[in-house]
């Protein structure tokens, strides 16, 4: 039971264009949303996060927007860069602290 | 200097061996944490430890056990391998306490384990 979900495997943008990574989550209580960066050969990073009593949190070229009827978060990029290219992963999380993680998606940003 | 490092990053092994994959922290959390990487799978929970006297399964607890020796140290184990272990392991880190997120997690480079 796949409860965070990530329905694009890939995603191909333009250098200069917005990348746009979807999510969607199952489990009414998760509260707490993460965006994780990965690059080949190399443990996640954390990127960007948003709690669940906003439905918008900005860090400089990166959006994270929850929509919480239709249990739904995306990941904006812009302007995309090539250093964006990499796999994106979703994560959620309660009360219980434990993060449960989509199956990412592969961002490729062409030139 | 790696906050969160892992040994072996890389090791080929044969059915039914018993593996121990290590993770070390200088990051001083409290919770550290365990998962494996599966193509099209994502990254799944093994066991998670919220402190030095805490071990919690995980989604995918079978076959594999933990030991927290340290606040700093926390090893898996695959007491005999099978080939679908196979996959990329990484350990990750965690505060409870800090100015940063709780639900932040830290994570190591990976161990690629490979059961033949």
Redesign the interface.
């Known amino acids: 039971d796949q409860q965070?979900k990530?329905n694009s495997?890939s995603l191909s943008v333009q250098e200069g264009r917005i990348s746009i990574l979807n999510c969607d989550y199952t489990n009414s209580m998760f509260d707490?949303f993460?965006w994780?960066k990965k690059y080949p050969?190399?443990?996640?990073?954390?990127l960007i996060?948003i709690s669940s009593i906003k439905d918008k949190n900005e860090d400089g070229r990166f959006t994270v927007f929850l929509n919480k009827s239709a249990k739904h978060l995306s990941l904006h990029i812009v302007p995309s860069q090539p250093g964006d290219s990499a796999v994106y992963?979703c994560?959620a999380?309660g009360t219980a602290?434990?993060?449960?993680?989509?199956?990412?998606t592969r961002l490729q940003v062409t030139l | 200097d790696a906050d969160v490092t892992q040994t072996p990053r890389n090791r080929i092994t044969k059915t039914g061996k018993r593996i121990m994959l290590e993770c070390s922290q200088t990051k001083g959390h409290d919770r550290m944490y365990w998962y494996r990487q599966d193509p099209g799978l994502g990254l799944r929970l093994i066991y998670y430890s919220f402190d030095v006297k805490d071990i919690n399964k995980g989604e995918i607890s079978d076959g594999y056990s933990v030991s927290r020796q340290a606040q700093a140290k926390f090893s898996l184990s695959l007491e005999s391998a099978i080939p679908n272990q196979t996959a990329l392991y990484f350990c990750a880190t965690s505060s409870s306490r800090g100015s940063g997120s709780v639900y932040e997690q830290f994570f190591g480079p990976g161990t690629r384990l490979t059961v033949l």
């Open positions: 965070v990530q495997p707490y993460l994780y050969a190399e443990g996640p990073t954390f996060s992963f994560a999380t602290s434990k993060l449960t993680f989509g199956t990412g």
